[in-house]
């Protein structure tokens, strides 16, 4: 079976994020000074092969920490789909 995962990968909320206060600064120069806080993060795509949802989690997961997030700076979050 093909499964879609959408992952999103996030500086933690503790630590500084230089480009998202960056845009932020950028916003209120652009008139748009009601946004704020602005945190910038990735979102990553892909398909994985596996035998259930179950497995496809645990291959993901394995992704995020191995590979995707560095745990020290950056939170993750997913969602699993089956691909029709």
């Known amino acids: 079976m093909k499964f879609r995962a959408e992952i999103d990968v996030m500086p933690h909320k503790a630590l500084l994020d230089p480009q998202g ?3 932020g600064q950028s ?5 748009l000074s009601e946004i704020g806080n602005v945190r910038i993060g990735k979102h990553i ?17 394995a992704a995020c920490t191995q590979l995707l997030a560095n745990p020290i700076m950056e939170s993750y979050s997913y969602e699993i789909f089956a691909q029709g």
């Open 45 to 61: 795509t892909m398909e994985v092969e596996a035998n259930s949802k179950e497995e496809a989690t645990e291959k993901v997961d």
């Open 27 to 31: 916003m209120a120069s652009m008139g």
């Open 21 to 23: 206060k960056t845009v």
